[in-house]
């Protein structure tokens, strides 16, 4: 399976706009794009998906870059809520849907 | 829609008994995926199923594990016999083929074998 790099941590204020990056250079041509996060003692949660082009959602906005080798998610204007670990994952078989693998992902604190 | 319901949602056993963790997946979602989280491995993927046939159990430790998925509606992760190691958040998820929406996941159940 292709591989994912995201940062171990990051940090915002409430309010401000967060961009969590995560690079996949050996992404293939039908792996889509996955975001999940997990707040505090629950399950992993879906944020959003896509596979080349940019994609938004009443969660969030994904930004792929033109050669598919990163992509950023956006959260427009951050709560205290959106604290959690943010998963970056690519699936496996070139569907939209199927095997996830997650790695460490990245935790995201917001400040008040 | 109640969301995938897994049972129990605690489980404190004692080596060498048998654990039988439930799931129940969203009505109309065709796949099923047990995953098993601890702090030291993050989220492992243990077997994943298509229409209840298994499609990859790459991911089960070993012999002691195993699932089912006799229908649609409900699927076990069983461990016998169970070992401290064992201890984790198990979460199921479910997905429909169009993976319009993504996984959802149960709220887990974490397991402690002492």
């Known amino acids: 399976d292709a591989k994912t790099t995201q940062p171990n941590s990051m940090e915002s204020n409430e309010e401000e706009p967060v961009h969590l990056p995560c690079n996949h250079s050996?992404?293939?041509?039908?792996?889509?794009i996955h975001w999940y996060r997990q707040l505090p003692s629950q399950g992993p949660e879906y944020v959003i998906h896509?596979?080349?082009s940019n994609v938004n959602n009443r969660m969030a906005s994904l930004a792929i870059a033109e050669d598919r080798k990163s992509s950023t998610l956006i959260l427009h204007r951050a709560t205290l809520r959106d604290a959690a670990v943010y998963y970056c994952?690519?699936?496996?078989?070139?569907?939209?849907?199927?095997?996830?693998?997650f790695g460490q992902g990245t935790i995201l604190t917001v400040h008040p | 829609d109640a969301g995938v319901i897994q049972s129990p949602r605690h489980e404190v056993t004692e080596m060498g008994q048998e654990v039988t963790l439930r799931c129940k997946p969203i009505?109309?979602?065709?796949?099923l995926f047990w995953y098993r989280q601890t702090m030291m491995r993050g989220l492992e993927l243990l077997i994943y199923?298509?229409?209840?046939?298994?499609?990859?159990d790459s991911g089960m430790p070993e012999d002691r594990f195993s699932a089912k998925m006799p229908n649609a509606s409900f699927s076990t992760l069983k461990i016998q016999p169970s070992e401290p190691r064992d201890s984790a958040v198990y979460f199921c998820?479910?997905?429909?083929?169009?993976?319009?929406?993504?996984?959802?996941f149960g709220s887990g159940t974490r397991l402690t074998v002492v």
């Open positions: 998820a479910s997905s429909p083929r169009t993976g319009v929406n993504g996984y959802t």
């Open positions: 050996t992404i293939s041509g039908t792996d889509y």
């Open positions: 896509g596979l080349t």
């Open positions: 994952i690519l699936s496996a078989g070139g569907t939209s849907y199927g095997k996830l693998t």
């Open positions: 009505s109309g979602h065709n796949s």
């Open positions: 199923f298509n229409n209840n046939v298994p499609i990859d």
